[in-house]
């Protein structure tokens, strides 16, 4: 029998090292935006339609040409044999199962054709811009070569903030957990544990490439024939110039909350992208998504699908392969049971109304 999301945490925080746990769990700064998405969703009531029929209701859509069971797809987060030694094949495998989109992180800890090999379900590959190019462009070759089907720049990060768990904790990549589709050489200062700093933020110092801009985009074109998607837009006048620059799709997110603090969250931010991206390009919601009800209210405020990050860790912590599809159909449940008691039968029906918008 599945848990409810928050046994599944308590688990996970129960098995995992401290430092590591911290690693998962911890936010930027203040850590004031770990519960900013949480408090936006929760502060969004539903108003269900009464009188309609829901002998039938469907969940499933389509993203960028994958079909999906439900509007849910896993989060990019990197090295997955942090919570489980199959640590990414794992995560596949629970996806295909429960037939959600795996977005795998470009800091995986098992090879792109590992996971290609176990997946039954669409994979999406995450990307940060490094300073070395020639690796980006192996990786998406590598990508498209396994079957991938999109690319997910994160646009966030031009470094790592300051997360004072990991400082406190000097925390760096643990022995045996390598992200294997990178360089070593590229990769080395990550696993270098130094008291009072935090590994990862020094290796995005030394290798993420703050330089970037819009322009850079056509670069991006040029090396690969994928869809592009961007992650971690949070104003409209970005999403604006990301359609001008044929962005296929936006993942708004403020990434779990571990880079700008006092930034809005992503779901105060989605009403506006939705208005000015006006069904130009997809749109997901990415951030504190713990229930199936919170599927819906992305869906009401524009969003065409979400992405869940932390839960399929603690799945993959609880009971691997398993406890990740777990985590991922208890959502579903729980979204095809709020369609019905709303009133929405189909995906496509979610609009505004659906929710009171205080």
Not at 5 to 33: C, I, K, N
């Amino acid at each position: 029998m599945s848990l409810a999301l928050h046994e599944y945490e308590a688990a996970a925080r129960e098995q995992l090292p401290r430092p590591v746990w911290d690693f998962l769990a911890g936010g930027s700064g203040t850590e004031s935006m770990l519960s900013a998405g949480r408090d936006a969703l929760d502060r969004l009531p539903l108003r269900p339609r009464c009188l309609v029929d829901v002998s039938d209701c469907d969940p499933g859509t389509s993203l960028l040409g994958a079909r999906l069971a439900a509007p849910l797809g896993i989060a990019p987060m990197a090295y997955h044999q942090l919570a489980h030694p199959e640590g990414e094949v794992a995560t596949a495998r629970a996806a295909g199962a429960a037939g959600s989109l795996f977005t795998v992180s470009m800091f995986a800890s098992r090879t792109l054709e590992d996971i290609a090999a176990a997946a039954e379900g669409p994979l999406w590959l995450q990307l940060y811009w490094l300073r070395r190019r020639e690796l980006m462009t192996g990786l998406m070759r590598r990508a498209e070569d396994a079957g991938y089907q999109a690319l997910v720049l994160t646009v966030d990060a031009p470094r790592v903030a300051r997360r004072h768990r990991d400082v406190r904790n000097g925390f760096a990549v643990p022995e045996g957990v390598r992200a294997v589709n990178i360089d070593p050489s590229v990769m080395s200062a990550s696993h270098v544990g130094t008291a009072g700093e935090s590994a990862i933020a020094r290796h995005s110092k030394e290798q993420f490439d703050p330089s970037i801009t819009w322009e850079d985009l056509a670069w991006l074109r040029e090396h690969t024939s994928l869809p592009i998607v961007l992650k971690g837009v949070l104003a409209a006048e970005d999403a604006e110039t990301a359609v001008k620059y044929g962005i296929d799709g936006i993942v708004v997110s403020n990434h779990g909350g571990r880079q700008l603090d006092f930034a809005q969250s992503a779901v105060d931010a989605l009403p506006e992208i939705s208005e000015t991206v006006a069904g130009r390009c997809l749109l997901i919601l990415d951030g504190g998504i713990r229930h199936g009800a919170d599927i819906a209210k992305a869906l009401c405020l524009g969003a065409g699908a979400v992405f869940v990050g932390r839960p399929v860790f603690w799945g993959l912590a609880h009971s691997g392969s398993a406890g990740a599809a777990a985590v991922l159909q208890v959502l579903q449940e729980e979204f095809e049971e709020v369609m019905a008691l709303m009133g929405v039968p189909r995906v496509q029906l979610f609009s505004s109304s659906g929710v009171a918008r205080r």
